[in-house]
């Protein structure tokens, strides 16, 4: 499995276990100047935008340390963004969750971390 389609198989894994848990799904793969917001749903009547990290188990650093502090500020800009698209949401309250994803050399989940409201402003670490 290439990079790529572990990453689209990762953010359609992520999409299903949110339906499950009763998030509501807005969109996947939102993008804008900024970047790209993986996913975008509703947890109860927050509106999270949903960073998804996917990573082999034979790459040295686990997948929730790809999200830098430039990532963090892109997907800070592309949540305002697509709020700014989508008024509706304006007066919801918003963060940004990752998932970070290790899988096996098959491509099967061998650990599935969530890390809710994670991507925040500043510059200190965030888990």
Not at 16 to 35: E, F, M, Q, Y
């Amino acid at each position: 499995m290439k990079g790529s389609e572990l990453g689209e198989a990762g953010e359609a894994a992520v999409a299903r276990w949110l339906a499950d848990k009763g998030w509501v799904l807005i969109v996947r793969n939102w993008r804008s100047r900024s970047g790209e917001l993986d996913i975008v749903a509703l947890d109860d009547d927050v509106l999270v935008a949903v960073e998804v990290k996917v990573r082999r188990v034979d790459v040295a650093e686990p997948a929730e340390w790809a999200v830098t502090i430039a990532k963090r500020r892109r997907l800070l800009a592309t949540l305002a963004e697509f709020l700014a698209a989508h008024p509706e949401h304006g007066q919801r309250l918003c963060r940004i969750d990752l998932v970070a994803v290790t899988v096996d050399r098959a491509g099967r989940v061998v650990r599935w971390r969530h890390f809710p409201g994670s991507v925040t402003e500043g510059e200190d670490g965030w888990w």
